[in-house]
């Protein structure tokens, strides 16, 4: 069960514009907005937010737009494989995984489909600088 403590700290430090950061992201860079409220909830999302959580963001980064849970596991499962070949396979829990990041608001379901939310466009970026928490997640 994710802490309400942290979807409340997450609404608090957006400023009101929670809609706004909840787009779909595309390709553009996250507002200002984004990066200051994730730098505000950082800590609290990297106690939750897991390496294979965040291959899951970046599988969505890249694709810039809305994939299916096929088409991500199509991209995380290679990755988990290579980054880490005796760590769990992603097919039982992928669904678990896309609706968890949904209720942080670094995702957003659409029709069957998910896409990184701006808000999560910026909790990947600082990710890819946390050498403590998600370095396997971003070997080549």
Known sequence: MIDPTIVVA????S???????????????????????????????????????????????RAGGKQSPG????????MRQRQEPTSKMFENDLEYRLRFLCLLGLVKPTLGEYAITQLGVASLN????????????FFV
């Open 71 to 78: 088409m991500v596991l199509s991209v995380v499962e290679p």
């Open 126 to 137: 600082k990710a890819a600088g946390d050498t403590i928490n998600y370095t396997p997640a």
């Open 15 to 61: 400023g009101g514009v929670i809609d706004k950061l909840l787009d779909i992201a595309g390709k553009s860079d996250p507002p200002l907005k984004a990066k200051q409220t994730i730098d505000k909830t950082y800590d609290r999302l990297s106690n939750l937010v897991t390496t294979n959580c965040v291959r899951v963001l970046i599988a969505l980064r």
């Open 10 to 13: 997450i609404v608090k430090a």
